[in-house]
């Protein structure tokens, strides 16, 4: 029998099946500003000639306009295409010419835009030349074999412009509710070193999205903080990021965030947690779920085709995560430890005791023991004198609570007009419906208080007065009575950092 050859063949109507992709509403729009940020890669140096004489920078703007049939806009400032490359991008599964940056298949714009909507056209125009391309498509008009782009062409444009705009429309995903919260926050990580570094502005509805990871680290006690570098490579490919342990963590808050190229394909509260270091099933609830954290980049290891996370080839995912397991091993037991059990560093332990030592045996302190004493009559006269000259219309922090019926407000006043040889502390408890603290912020010894330790100082002088309050309402102003009920409120952070 003779051989006989067969082709492979794609018709018109896959773009049909796009609709159905497993996209997100931010993974799709992510193809977009791939796109666009690796227009800008590619022509870095014409760009930030350009954006120099313009006062600008590399700006995507998206925006949904959710009334009547719904239109989801996307447009740039990047480099822009000329007819060639306009073609090109449109060819559905032609990957580009550099295939090591984020668009590298030749497929996300095209299947993000059919997954959107059944309309969609490309406007753009290309730095340094003066022709404007426009190009629309019909996508259930291509499937049925109608794969005209409808072009149209305008020229004598300056060739300083530069931009590409896409709008869609006959939509079949529509955003509302939630889901538009939801793609702020997923879009912000997505791109957040382009937003944190200064080269991308990007807009979502109108608005710059904004960086916020103030991580805060717990810290050793030498007060060094639990985040470290790290770096390895499994076979050729080359693995590198950060880890660390939250002081007060939230399921949310941990797990590795995953970069590709510059830009996360999983971020928190949806980031990749390695069965090896947090357990099956994505991780329980426990400390190292909520605490144990990191950036992992892995330019050189395949990403889906949807860009929202890895696609392992062979064993590397066992590999990786055999030696994020290594790496991360006392970092886990940091932040598994019960904090109300850690114990601290023998040193520091014994340093902070001969620091105290010296102060005791120190001839001032000698001489304040010694000193006459005002009595109580005029301590408490002087107390009050200084709590009514204190403005608390406006306080600095306040609550309140419900105590044998009745509600008592707590007014807590940071108050920098007092002076520095004014009491540390002023209360006021003799009422049942409130407590007042003050607390002076001129005082020599908040000087000597590092930033981070503010917060306990604030505790143990507002617990002071609940303490001294509630004792009143049991009529004793005995000292150990005051000592245990202060105790019982100081447990309550610990209490709040293991839900």
């Given at each position: ?29 992510g ?82 835009a059919c ?58 995903q ?61 076979d050729?490919k ?102 109300k ?45 200084l ?24 007014i ?6 007092k ?22 912020m ?45 105790d ?12």
């Amino acid at each position: 029998m003779e051989n006989q050859s067969m082709k492979l063949e794609l018709g018109l109507d896959v773009i049909r099946s796009y609709k159905r992709m497993a996209y997100e509403p931010w993974t799709a729009l992510g193809e977009f500003v791939d796109n666009s940020t690796q227009s800008y890669f590619n022509n870095q140096e014409a760009l930030d000639k350009a954006f120099a004489g313009e006062g600008d920078k590399l700006t995507v703007r998206i925006v949904f306009e959710k009334d009547g049939a719904g239109v989801l806009r996307i447009s740039d400032n990047a480099m822009g295409m000329n007819r060639a490359e306009l073609e090109h991008a449109m060819h559905v599964g032609l990957p580009p010419a550099n295939r090591k940056g984020r668009s590298r298949y030749g497929l996300g714009m095209k299947q993000a835009a059919c997954w959107f909507g059944n309309k969609w056209t490309i406007i753009t125009k290309k730095l340094g030349e003066t022709s404007e391309y426009t190009v629309s498509l019909d996508v259930d008009k291509a499937a049925e074999g109608d794969g005209d782009l409808h072009e149209k062409v305008s020229t004598g444009h300056s060739p300083d412009e530069h931009y590409t705009r896409i709008e869609i429309t006959d939509l079949n995903q529509r955003l509302h509710g939630r889901t538009l919260g939801k793609v702020r926050q997923y879009l912000t990580g997505m791109y957040s070193l382009d937003i944190d570094s200064g080269r991308l502005i990007l807009q979502w509805q109108n608005s710059p999205l904004t960086v916020e990871n103030n991580w805060d680290f717990l810290s050793n006690s030498l007060g060094e903080k639990y985040q470290r570098d790290f770096e390895f490579k499994v076979d050729s490919k080359k693995a590198w990021g950060w880890v660390g342990v939250l002081a007060s963590g939230a399921r949310s808050k941990a797990g590795f965030a995953i970069a590709h190229n510059g830009r996360f394909i999983r971020v928190w509260p949806n980031a990749w947690r390695p069965e090896d270091l947090f357990g099956s099933a994505e991780g329980s609830n426990d400390l190292v779920n909520q605490r144990l954290l990191g950036v992992i980049h892995l330019d050189d290891f395949e990403v889906s085709h949807t860009k929202d996370a890895i696609h392992w080839e062979g064993d590397e995912e066992d590999s990786v995560q055999e030696s994020l397991k290594s790496i991360c091993a006392d970092y886990r037991e940091v932040a598994k430890e019960n904090r109300k059990r850690r114990t601290h560093n023998e040193a520091a332990i014994q340093m902070a005791a001969k620091v105290l030592e010296a102060e005791l045996k120190s001839a001032i302190l000698v001489d304040q023991i010694a000193a006459p004493t005002p009595e109580p009559k005029v301590i408490l006269l002087d107390e009050q004198a200084l709590v009514e000259e204190t403005d608390i219309s406006a306080s600095d922090f306040s609550t309140q609570f419900v105590y044998s019926g009745s509600t008592v407000r707590v007014i807590g006043k940071l108050d920098s007009t007092k002076s520095q040889n004014d009491p540390y502390l002023m209360l006021e408890t003799t009422h049942d419906d409130r407590i007042v603290v003050i607390i002076n912020m001129n005082h020599p010894q908040v000087g000597t208080i590092e930033e981070n330790g503010l917060a306990n100082y604030f505790r143990y002088c507002t617990y002071d007065a609940i303490a001294e309050w509630r004792a009143r309402r049991m009529h004793t102003i005995e000292p150990s009575t005051i000592r245990k009920l202060k105790d019982d409120y100081l447990r309550v952070q610990f209490e709040l950092n293991m839900d």
